[in-house]
Nanobody
Framework: EVQLVESGGGLVQAGGSLRLSCAAS????????KGWFRQVPGREREGVAC????????FYSDSVQGRFTISSDNATNTVYLQMNSLKPEDTAVYYC???????????????????YGRGTLVTVSS
């Protein structure tokens, strides 16, 4: 069973930084693409960042490009999202995701992944 457990959310002032972590289990870690999505109440979930399986290519939404960095550690089966220069509009519930058949093209087209964690809340105050 695929399990994804996020941590690291919280309250931060605008301009600050946070690092989210996602502990993954139940699948062969490097065989899956991993990603971070976020959702604000009343709005659709959106992709934030994605890292491909095997090659580790990374992709970002325009709104976070240059501020956020996704990475993964195959030794610990953990996915990270380093978030810098945070803005109030980054406030959302952030979800870790995984999918064995996902690509950068899917991310750029706004496709969802197959598996999600329960999410962690990030609040950025102005």
């Amino acid at each position: 069973e695929v399990q994804l457990v996020e941590s690291g959310g919280g309250l931060v002032q605008a301009g600050g930084s946070l690092r989210l972590s996602c502990a993954a289990s139940g699948f062969t870690f490097d065989d899956y693409a991993k990603g971070w999505f976020r959702q604000v109440p009343g709005r659709e979930r959106e992709g934030v960042a994605c890292i491909s399986s095997h090659h580790g290519s990374t992709f970002y939404s325009d709104s976070v490009q240059g501020r956020f960095t996704i990475s993964s550690d195959n030794a610990t089966n953990t996915v990270y999202l380093q978030m810098n220069s945070l803005k109030p509009e980054d406030t959302a519930v952030y979800y870790c995701a995984a999918d064995p058949y996902y690509s950068g093209t899917y991310f750029q087209r706004g496709y969802e992944m197959d598996y999600y964690g329960r999410g962690t809340l990030v609040t950025v105050s102005s």
